[in-house]
């Protein structure tokens, strides 16, 4: 077995959001929430991080073609979430409070499937430039 390496694809979108759990009283939400519960949205600039382990595949000297990695990511999360409103425009957060935790999640299992098996899957989206999160821990 050859030793693991990772590689990484950077990705970026735009979205807007409100952070809001209906369970709980308006006053619940905006002490929680503060800013992120105001009623009409607003936006934040993601980064998202898509990192992929795996062998080096001595045929190409590559872990994953970054082009096609790239082009997963675009087709089954950017074109999904940018530009959109994450709360009203998708089904993934319909339902979901759509925390920088939960959407990362949620991009996650979009690409899991999307990936070989062989390959390990580890997302890491930035909400701002102080605050981001990684899934799985
Ligand atoms: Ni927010």
């Known amino acids: 077995m050859g030793q693991k390496i990772a590689v990484y694809r950077k990705e970026h979108f735009n979205a807007a959001h409100r952070l809001h759990n209906p369970n709980l009283s308006d006053a619940e939400n905006a002490l929680i929430f503060g800013k992120c519960n105001y009623a009409n949205y607003h936006g934040h600039n993601y980064e998202l991080i898509v990192k992929v382990t795996g ?78 999160v990684e899934y799985p821990a």
């Open 55 to 132: 062998e080096i595949d001595p045929k190409t000297g590559y872990v994953i073609d970054l082009k096609i990695l790239s082009d997963l990511i675009n087709q089954f999360v950017i074109e999904k979430f940018d530009h959109k409103n994450l709360n009203l425009d998708t089904v993934e957060f319909k339902d979901l409070n759509p925390t920088a935790e939960n959407i990362a999640v949620v991009i996650y299992n979009l690409l899991r499937d999307k990936l070989d098996k062989q390959y390990e899957l580890k997302v890491v989206l930035y909400e701002t430039e102080r605050n981001y």
